[in-house]
T-cell receptor
Framework: AQKVTQAQTEISVVEKEDVTLDCVYE???????LFWYKQPPSGELVFLIR????DEQNEISGRYSWNFQKSTSSFNFTITASQVVDSAVYFC??????????WGAGTKLIIKP | GAVVSQHPSWVICKSGTSVKIECRSL??????MFWYRQFPKQSLMLMAT?????????EQGVEKDKFLINHASLTLSTLTVTSAHPEDSSFYIC?????????????FGSGTRLTVV
């Protein structure tokens, strides 16, 4: 069965701290895609990253970085030097062979000034 | 980049009436459209998947007679909540899959907040 687990329901840190959001997935597919989305209070989903199962290179985009490890079925997301504007709910998702997205429960990130 | 326009952004309707939500892909052809429902502080729940010209495939537990989905063209899909009741109040989001997307892309609408009174 396909499954995405975001064990951290809510994380609260002080601005400028680094924070890592965990994502663990389960799939029997050999080809799959993993995603991270940000959902601010407005509700609109903001695409952050997509990674295919054959590309295990870590990625860095500004203050954001992602660590994909197939050995542990994890796709963790780190925000360096967090800012108040990073406060949102973050979702990890997995696409299955039917192109449907399997969503994690989301992690609410609170950045305090 | 790919854009999906979703309207209305919010709607308040009386119990028993029907509400139509539209999603249009503005600059690409949406092979597949997904409709989600999101309750407060919860994740997205897939309601149905529709392919252009075909009947939508509904997820288990979703009433197809209550949530009518039409995907008549490659750029337009609609969700109609029929005979709405307060328990239908929720945030509805559409997502289009771009048939040309080399990057396996999904584009999301901005969501519709439905309140049934």
């Amino acid at each position: 069965a396909q499954k995405v687990t975001q064990a951290q329901t809510e994380i609260s840190v002080v601005e400028k701290e680094d924070v890592t959001l965990d994502c663990v997935y389960e799939t029997r597919d050999t080809t799959y895609y993993l995603f991270w989305y940000k959902q601010p209070p407005s509700g609109e989903l903001v695409f952050l990253i997509r990674r295919n199962s054959f590309d295990e290179q870590n990625e860095i985009s500004g203050r954001y970085s992602w660590n994909f490890q197939k050995s542990t079925s994890s796709f963790n997301f780190t925000i360096t030097a967090s800012q108040v504007v990073d406060s949102a709910v973050y979702f990890c998702a997995l696409s299955d062979s039917n192109y449907q997205l399997i969503w994690g429960a989301g992690t609410k990130l609170i950045i305090k000034p | 980049g790919a854009v999906v326009s979703q309207h209305p952004s919010w709607v308040i309707c009386k119990s028993g009436t029907s509400v139509k939500i539209e999603c249009r892909s503005l600059d690409f052809q949406a092979t597949t459209m997904f409709w989600y429902r999101q309750f407060p502080k919860q994740s997205l729940m897939l309601m149905a998947t529709s392919n252009e010209g075909s009947k939508a495939t509904y997820e288990q537990g979703v009433e197809k007679d209550k949530f009518l989905i039409n995907h008549a063209s490659l750029t337009l899909s609609t969700l109609t909540v029929t005979s709405a009741h307060p328990e239908d109040s929720s945030f509805y989001i559409c997502s289009a899959r771009d048939r040309q997307a080399w990057n396996y892309g999904y584009t999301f609408g901005s969501g519709t907040r439905l309140t049934v009174v």
